[in-house]
């Protein structure tokens, strides 16, 4: 403890200046000690201004006040080196390289820990206590450090710039504004920082928008490099198989020519090989008659050689070889000279084709994201025309207003049988294929009506071909004004606001489905996001409930202030959706 008392001590004979302990101490009218030597130091620089002020509570005098030794406080410093303690210093106190070091401290600088905007200085923590504790520095304004302190001073007047000329856009001081900036519109630079920070917070929201914006445009990438690794995957798997097939086509060719061939020569070897043995037969009774009438000639009897001679001179019918004018070999050529002619055409056939491959590779690009329109209004400016198919209508269903509207009147129509016609439930589809950006808006009466979209082969027979009950189709059930989402058989119950009038926004490429209850405006009652694997089609289904039918209408596009309610077939940005299918 008594230790602890010295360094106290120690610490209250230090010179607040230079922060070493006192050499030659005086003290200065109010009261304050310093060293001789800084003391005069800091008054000299005070000489011009004829002000000398305290290093430490700023009290100032009107002249330059006569030094005279402190002989008590000189004695202390004297006891105290006898005792050989140093003074208690802490190295992490003294500003480094890339510290604020005290504009006041003298010699090795202490850590500055305050900037005053008035005084224009940074202070340490001892020479920052008389702005705490003098009523002088009452009104000055203490801010966080500052290396730039000197950049708010007038290069022209040497004042602290204050006032923001708005004419000019630049800081001024109080002189400036009277002077070459007189009748020029300003402000003091508080206001202008308000005015500005009202800015910054608008610029703020902008930015973070546009950082949303741009994350969006990120994830849409990833979702295009996905959708695009995906279909080359599948294009690469696609054409492998077809190429197997045709080479396989080729070799079950080949190995059928392989195998007539093979028959043919079989057939024919056997054949030559029985005309051989029946020649080698002949030819063997020839040479025993032969031998025979050389011996009957030679006989005497008479009686005996006529007897003979009919039956050795008797010959059977002989056996001769097939005319042909061309030999086997030629036969054979024939056949390579076939095969060879096929390849050629195989080969063209393929240079043909290749050319379109090539045509439709090079056609392959990324579809980068645009901004999605967000009001009704922008989407019409991209409205086109959609039509039902009839031959995909079901006989319930109703076609009229150029194949715009689908009704269910309850009664069986006569429609000329069609592979592609929907025979157990009321439904029908486009008869264009979506395979971009598109959205379109439906008018709805009755009681139950769905929106959807579905592949081409989607089933058109028995309860598998319900829009929303298989993986082939998605479907939106409208029932007075409660909904229903269904896709692959799974349900998902939805709110929205009451309207006659719906909208779907589909963007295959990104795999989103939207649909929309549109009034004065447009409310996202459900959104999807998947893959689509193939052209979709737009589809209605109208029920016909407690003798009430429903019906379906795409509508023209009209003025939106005359006409609310319209449909609309329109390519349109890309959007974020939320649900995973």
Avoid at 310 to 327: A, G, V
Avoid at 461 to 470: K, L, M, P, R
Wanted: glycine residues 4%.
């Amino acid at each position: 403890m008594a230790q602890r008392g010295i360094q106290m001590e120690e610490e209250k004979l230090c010179c607040s200046i230079c922060l070493d302990r006192l050499k030659d101490p005086v003290t200065i009218p109010c009261g304050h000690s310093y060293c001789m030597s800084c003391i005069k130091s800091h008054w000299d620089t005070e000489d011009q201004k004829k002000v000398y002020s305290c290093p430490q509570c700023r009290q100032t005098f009107g002249s330059r006040p006569v030094l005279k030794k402190n002989t008590m406080l000189a004695d202390l410093v004297e006891e105290l080196k006898k005792t050989g303690l140093q003074p208690v210093r802490a190295d992490y106190c003294f500003a480094g390289p890339e510290d604020v070091g005290c504009d006041v401290c003298t010699g090795r600088k202490l850590k500055a820990i305050k900037s005053c905007e008035q005084c224009l200085v940074s202070y340490c923590e001892q020479h920052l206590q008389p702005h705490y504790e003098s009523p002088a520095f009452e009104k000055h304004k203490l801010v966080d450090l500052s290396k730039k302190l000197q950049e708010n001073i007038c290069t022209r007047h040497k004042e602290v710039m204050k006032i923001f000329c708005r004419t000019d856009q630049q800081l001024i001081c109080y002189l400036c504004s009277m002077d070459e900036h007189k009748g020029h519109r300003t402000v003091t630079a508080a206001a202008e920082r308000a005015e500005r920070q009202k800015e910054a917070g608008l610029s703020q929201i902008k930015i973070q928008q546009r950082i949303q914006n741009r994350e969006k445009n990120v994830k849409l990438l990833q979702q295009e490099m996905k959708a695009l690794n995906h279909y080359a995957d599948k294009a690469v798997e696609d054409n492998e198989k077809m190429f197997r097939d045709l080479i396989r086509l080729i070799k079950e060719r080949s190995s059928d020519v392989k195998q007539q061939i093979r028959s043919q020569q079989k057939t024919e070897v056997s054949r030559v090989k029985e005309l051989q043995e029946e020649l080698e037969e002949e030819i063997s009774d020839l040479r025993r008659k032969c031998i025979k009438l050389e011996q009957l000639k030679r006989t005497e009897d008479d009686t005996n050689f006529l007897l003979q001679y009919p039956s050795l001179t008797h010959f059977r019918e002989s056996t001769d070889l097939p005319s042909s004018k061309s030999t086997p070999l030629q036969h054979f050529d024939d056949v390579a000279a076939a095969v060879s002619e096929a390849r050629d055409k195989i080969e063209e056939i393929l240079r043909e084709e290749w050319t379109k491959i090539s045509h439709a590779l090079t056609n392959v690009d990324v579809f980068l994201p645009e901004a999605e329109p967000e009001t009704r209004e922008d989407l019409l400016k991209y409205s086109q025309r959609i039509t039902l198919d009839p031959n995909t209508a079901n006989r319930k269903l109703l076609l009229s207003k150029g194949n715009r509207k689908a009704s269910n009147t309850g009664k069986k129509h006569v429609y000329s049988s069609h592979p592609d016609r929907f025979m157990k439930r009321s439904q029908v589809l486009s008869n264009e294929s979506l395979t971009g950006r598109h959205y379109w808006e439906v008018k709805r009466s009755g009681i139950g009506m769905y929106l959807a979209v579905a592949y081409k082969d989607i089933s058109r027979i028995g309860s598998e071909s319900e829009f929303g009950v298989n993986d082939k189709s998605w479907a939106l059930e409208c029932v007075g004004f409660a909904f229903e989402f269904s896709h692959d058989n799974i349900k998902t119950s939805v709110s929205g606001p009451e309207s006659d009038t719906m909208g779907v926004y589909l963007d295959h490429r990104a795999g989103i489905l939207s649909f929309y209850s549109v009034s004065e405006t447009m409310t996202l009652l459900h959104r999807v996001q998947t893959t689509f694997t193939q052209p979709l089609y737009a589809g209605l289904r109208a029920d016909h409930f407690l003798g009430v039918g429903s019906s379906g209408e795409f509508c023209e596009p009209k003025d939106k202030i005359n006409e609310r309610f319209c449909c609309e077939f329109v390519n349109i940005g890309f959007s974020n959706c939320s649900t995973n299918v």
